[in-house]
């Protein structure tokens, strides 16, 4: 049977970490991890320090763990009972419940397999909004949801970095401290971020103290500057690879966004989604396992679960988080002028420090000038808002004849009903060296899933693809008809990509992808490099007659550049299955970084998300030759590569890099 009766035993288990946490809420919850499903140990948690533990909780097992995933297809008997181990509402698809069967199979070795309790693996909740935009837009969204914060903020990401995007955070805890004073009830905001260090060669959960928070690389507020506040900050990363990878808030356990940007300033299309629901509750176990240190002063709503807003869920404006940030395109400049008129023009997010409406939440119409995140500014104004301001467009802009087809980063998605989710997570691992037990993880197992089960194509956009298993799983599900489109951004961080292990740099691993397959299953792989945002093809066909690569450039620009980069992490399944996160599809994210992502069943979501990004790209115009290499229509190919390899040079490049990447400056 593919549930185990040990699998099915710990999903409906009572016991929680949230929960046992709440009941001491002094406690380490890394300690009171070790206490949890001790019978389903194969041996006792080490003890010692905070590293050893966390070590000792989450990594378990041997090489022989991934044979524990069967290689047939789950029978009907195997999904009633996978879909028994959830708290899904309804019963998911049979596609997802496939994928669920692989994810749970990795807790037969280790219950923390997923990085968070067992009985929270499968839930389920909505997804109200997205962005598929600039770091800047994700960064109000924040900005938006911290300020209306009443209890508590756990703010998650890999890499903090003293730039506009730090600021406006720091903007945000200040105004929540002054709410906060203004309400006479103080705040606890928790914050971790990974800024490896030697100290982590002893404790790999450092608390950070005014020093490290008020140094130039940092730049948070003191905490004196925020008496409304109760602000602890972690420091966390596993010595030598395993990265804290993970970018997500929680707030108030009503709502949580799940992101793939660092908060720090970059050329980058980046991914968010707005969850709320049953699922806020597994993201915040995961939140608290990451921790692992005891809380001063503890979480103030460790008692109080997930609870449906009064009327249910709320989509759209209606949504007590969204402000008129949030709205694009011609549509959403009619819902301004209906808002304002019925308002007064005065929405909570859109006054400035003075307590005034911000000029530049509604502009100016004007037929040459989308409007975008509630302003009405040039496509190149918003793309270079994300720190490239000296970046020009190479071709003029021109409105498009449909609606549809707008430049809308925000996706205001369609009121839909709780669907079936999972958190599909990994444990971050320290160790050098990619073995196959590396791969028993939430994560891992449904990502090759997705690939095994897919009836029909896969959809992947990354910034980088090159882990050995990704790659096997695509030239798999193309060798038995799957049709599998990447969407990959050239360049990418190619000096840490060509470093010995790390699997090659996304030109390397187009052209080995394409030597290995027939010339009749070439046609079901379909690559093509990230080029920006979506324009006028009309315009682009009449004024150059050519394909057109971006809202305001004429070709696609190699990272390297850092002009034009594309940092989503997304992966759908025959349209209907989506999994969405933190997670790259290259070797570090597949073997060493902490990784939060999630797996929703809604295939109208699923859409939304491809629309979008579709919409707000013209990466679909901009297909690799069957021979791995992108050419145009002159048959040149591109002529700004990196010219890294794998080879001696490639090594040093490699090196330069990850020391780039340690202090901030590289991709990751």
């Known amino acids: 049977m593919t549930v185990s009766d040990k699998v099915y035993s710990l999903t409906h288990s009572q016991s929680t970490l949230t929960a046992a946490l709440a009941a001491s809420p002094a406690s380490s919850p890394g300690q009171l991890a070790k206490t949890l499903y001790a019978e389903h140990h194969k041996k006792p948690i080490s003890s010692g320090g905070y590293l050893e533990i966390f070590m000792g909780v989450l990594q378990r097992g041997n090489a022989n763990e991934t044979q524990r995933i069967p290689p047939g297809e789950p029978t009907q008997a195997d999904l009633d009972r996978a879909a028994e181990c959830g708290n899904f509402g309804s019963r998911p698809s049979d596609l997802f419940l496939k994928i669920y069967c692989d994810v749970l199979a990795t807790l037969d070795t280790n219950p923390w397999a997923g990085v968070v309790s067992p009985p929270l693996l499968g839930s389920r909740g909505v997804v109200n909004l997205s962005i598929i935009s600039v770091i800047p ?13 009443e209890s508590e903020v756990f703010l998650a990401t890999n890499f903090w970095q003293a730039s506009k995007s730090a600021s406006k955070i720091c903007d945000a805890l200040l105004e929540l401290s002054r709410r906060a004073m203004k309400r006479g009830k103080k705040v606890v905001v928790k914050m971790m971020y990974d800024r490896a260090n030697l100290k982590m060669l002893t404790e790999s959960h450092v608390i950070v103290d005014d ?31 395993g990265t804290f990878h993970c970018k997500f808030m929680i707030v108030d356990r009503k709502m949580a966004l799940l992101n793939s940007n660092n908060i720090q300033d970059r050329p980058n299309m980046e991914m ?39 009327g249910g869920y709320k ?67 918003h793309l ?16 498009p004849a449909s609606s549809s087809d707008e430049y809308t980063p925000h996706i205001l998605h369609t009121r839909h009903g709780e669907c079936p989710m999972v958190l599909v997570n990994r444990a971050p691992n320290g160790s050098p060296g990619n073995p196959a037990s590396g791969l028993h993880n939430a994560q891992d197992a449904a990502w090759l899933a997705g690939l095994k089960y897919a009836q029909r194509k896969v959809f992947i956009q990354s910034p980088t693809l090159n882990a ?15 049709e599998c489109t990447l969407y990959i951004d050239v360049g990418f961080n190619d000096g840490g990509e060509a470093l010995p292990g790390q699997g090659g740099t996304n030109e390397e691993v187009s052209k080995a992808m394409f030597a290995q397959l027939t010339d009749e299953e070439k046609e079901k792989l379909r690559l093509y490099w990230y080029t920006g ?6 315009s682009v066909f009449r004024l150059l007659n050519c394909d057109y690569s971006g809202k305001d450039q004429i070709k696609p620009i190699n990272a390297s550049a850092q002009k034009r980069n594309c940092h989503v992490k997304l992966m759908t399944i025959d349209d209907s299955v989506g999994i969405v996160g933190n997670g790259n599809q290259d070797t570090q994210s597949w073997y060493h970084s902490q990784e939060v992502n999630v797996m929703v069943d809604n295939p109208t979501v699923c859409q939304e998300w491809f629309d979008g990004i579709r919409r707000n790209q013209n990466t679909h115009l901009h297909e690799l030759e069957k021979d791995g290499i992108y050419r145009d229509k002159y048959g040149n190919p591109l002529t700004d590569s990196t ?5 001696f040079r490639g090594v040093v490049k490699g090196i330069q890099g990850s020391i780039a990447r340690v202090r901030g400056k590289g991709g990751f």
């Open 137 to 149: 837009d994700i960064i109000q969204h924040h900005y938006d949801c911290i300020v209306r914060a």
């Open 211 to 241: 020093a490290e928070m008020d140094s130039d690389e940092v730049k948070l507020p003191k905490r004196s500057d925020m008496p409304g506040i109760d602000f602890e900050l972690v420091n966390f990363h596993q010595p030598v690879f």
């Open 272 to 310: 968010m989604i707005h969850l709320e629901g049953p699922i806020v509750d597994s993201l915040y176990d995961t939140a608290l396992i990451s921790w692992f240190r005891p809380m001063h002063p503890p979480l103030p709503l460790l008692n109080s679960r997930y609870r449906l807003p009064e």
């Open 315 to 381: 989509f759209g404006m209606s949504n007590e988080y969204a402000t008129t940030w949030i709205l694009d395109g011609s549509q959403g400049a009619e819902l301004l002028k209906t808002l304002q008129r019925e308002a007064g023009g005065i929405h909570d997010g859109d006054v400035d420090k003075g307590g005034k409406e911000d000029p530049s939440s509604s502009g100016s119409p004007d037929a040459g000038v989308p409007f975008i995140s509630g302003t009405y500014q040039t496509i190149t104004e």
């Open 384 to 399: 270079n808002a994300g720190d490239q301001p000296d970046t020009h467009a190479s071709i003029p802009y021109e409105p």
């Open 468 to 482: 050995v298993p990704v790659v096997e799983g695509i030239l798999n599900a193309v060798r038995r008809g799957i």
């Open 533 to 538: 945002m979506y324009f006028s093809r009309e």
């Open 643 to 647: 010219g890294v390899g794998s080879g």
